[in-house]
């Protein structure tokens, strides 16, 4: 694919995955859908999967961004392991693409977790198990998360 096409892809991505997350929610959903629809290599069983990693893990906001396990998910749909080559090595080349967007990710807004990331957005975290704690943050956010989502939807289609 040439770069010009790959760029057309990964400006594509980068508003589909954009609309989904201000529309829906769900940041690593928004990233996979985004990249199933552009790119392939994602099915759907995937993205139902991914909806646990929203919000941190669970909405705990301890872990990391949902966006970026998003995207290290779809990272690994075309550069991991099979199941059938559990046995075959740890397939370190997908691990150096994941740590490449995790440093970029890191780099471009100052941490990797969701709390680290509603401090930066916000300045302050949030229980998003506490519905007007969730309201104050999807206030207070406006379209920050939305945008690191596709931000990273459009980094991913950019490095398949």
């Known amino acids: ?51 646990g990693l929203s919000g941190g893990g669970a909405l705990s906001g301890q872990g990391a961004c949902g966006a970026l396990t998003g995207g290290l998910v779809a990272l690994s749909a075309k550069r991991g392991r099979d199941r059938d080559k559990l046995d075959k090595g740890r397939f370190i080349n997908n691990f150096k693409k994941g740590q490449e967007l995790v440093d970029r990710f890191k780099t471009e807004f100052g941490g990797v977790t969701c709390q680290e990331l509603q401090q930066q957005f916000t300045g302050r975290t949030y229980d998003m198990w506490q519905a007007d704690e969730y309201r104050a943050f999807d206030e207070a956010r406006g379209e920050k998360c939305a945008r690191a989502t596709a931000t990273v939807t459009k980094w991913v289609v950019e490095m398949l």
């Open 1 to 51: 694919m040439s770069l010009e096409a790959k760029t057309t892809l990964a400006e594509l991505a980068y508003e589909k995955a954009l609309k989904y997350e201000l529309e829906y929610g769900c940041c690593p959903q928004c990233v996979l859908s985004a990249v199933q629809e552009t790119v392939g290599i994602i099915d759907d069983s995937v993205i139902k999967a991914s909806h």
